[in-house]
């Protein structure tokens, strides 16, 4: 993690954007507080995320919400807690706006503009519910008390394109709306450390700062700990079906729900690649619960271990117990320590579910 977390204070040093790590992708205590000594606070999409992200930064870095789900219960704390609110919508501004007046509030705004083939992880999409149609904004003006601008258009992107071609699509509503603008928040979505072009992206950044005089924050979630974290798992059967190996884990797409939603195979760091095909298969009784087919220098046996690496985001944090099987153990590696942080038990599955005697 702390590869990226270098490249992405480098970036910010070369832009003078702001950065806030977005604790979605993965809010564990010590990757909150690894991630303090490079950012400028967090970005968070609930009152939950919102607490935490409190608790760890004690008042020293701002708190970015933004989500369509804000409740009206919740705002009196959201006010507390956070330093930054940008509405989802302009109903939810205007019935909510009055209760977080001690907050910069700023708008989500919707460019319109698809970067994306696949319209599950499109904030653009066709009738999306993210953000403020950008032409309703530049027909009507923003509201008086909006002071910032929020947009997250991309999934995993490697390019500066999109972000150049989103600019450029705003121009018009910064410009009208610059004596107002005190921010501008472009979002999580890129792989800022594997970006295609450094330079373009700081310029970009420096453009904006100096033309409408604002604090530019980027919130990436991916990027920070996308690449890092490992699933190690355990061959507990083997058979074949239909002429094909199967090898059952341990594990499951309950441990990494992505795999199934986006059907996504995991890279491997153990075994080595070769030439031998072979299904690994998550232990729910989900058909689907496959984490692919994968060719490998020879077929698992029981007890061989299977490790999948880049797993750190959206893994943990959307992991459940479907079947009863336990959340994953997690453990912290440095170097060649390792440490057991975590390890779920039936006492916490028979809480989940027990309803007491009412
Ligand atoms: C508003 C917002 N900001 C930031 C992020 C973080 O995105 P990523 O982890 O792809 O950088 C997300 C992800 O869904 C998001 O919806």
């Given amino acids: 993690m702390a590869h990226n977390l270098i490249a992405l204070a480098a970036l910010k040093r070369a832009s003078g954007c702001k950065l806030l790590y977005s604790i979605k992708a993965l809010p564990l205590q010590a990757v909150l507080e690894q991630t303090l000594a490079y950012v400028d606070g967090f970005s968070v999409s609930s009152l939950f995320e919102a607490r935490v992200a409190a608790a760890i930064l004690a008042g020293a870095g701002d708190i970015h919400l933004t989500t369509p789900g804000m409740r009206v219960d919740e705002c009196e704390e959201l006010a507390q807690i956070c330093t930054h609110i940008s509405f989802n919508s302009l109903s939810q501004q205007q019935r909510l706006g009055s209760k977080l007046e001690s ?80 921010w501008i928040n472009l979002g999580g979505g890129y792989l800022y450390p594997q970006l295609n072009d450094y330079s373009a992206f700081i310029a970009l950044i420096q453009a904006l700062r100096r033309q409408f005089k604002v604090d530019v924050f980027i919130e990436p979630g991916k990027a920070v700990v996308g690449d890092v974290g490992f699933l ?50 998550g232990s729910s009784c989900l058909a689907g619960d496959v984490f692919g ?49 975590k390890q779920d038990s039936y006492a916490a599955f028979y809480q989940q579910w027990n309803t007491g005697d009412g």
């Fill in 103 to 182: 907050v910069s509030c700023g708008l989500r705004v919707n460019p319109k503009l698809s970067f994306l083939d696949d319209n599950r992880f499109d904030p653009c999409r066709p009738v999306s519910k993210l953000g403020v149609d950008i032409r309703a904004l530049e027909q009507r003006g923003l509201p008086t008390n909006i002071q910032g601008l929020h947009w997250h258009t991309v999934f995993s992107c490697k390019t500066v394109k999109p972000m150049q071609k989103t600019i450029a699509r705003m121009q018009g509503l910064l410009t009208n709306n610059r004596s107002q603008l005190q």
């Fill in 232 to 281: 190690v798992s355990e061959v507990i059967d083997c058979f074949e079906s239909d002429g094909k190996n199967i090898a059952v884990l341990d594990s499951s797409v309950n441990q990494h729900p992505e795999v199934f939603e986006y059907q996504k195979s995991p890279a491997i760091l153990s075994p080595e690649p070769g030439e031998q095909a072979v299904v690994l298969a």
């Fill in 293 to 341: 087919e994968y060719d490998l220098a020879h077929v698992p046996k029981i007890g061989d271990k299977i490790i999948f690496k880049d797993v750190g985001a959206y893994s943990l944090v959307k992991a459940n117990r479907f079947n009863g099987y336990p959340l994953p153990d997690i453990y912290g590696l440095n170097g060649k320590a390792c440490a057991h942080w």
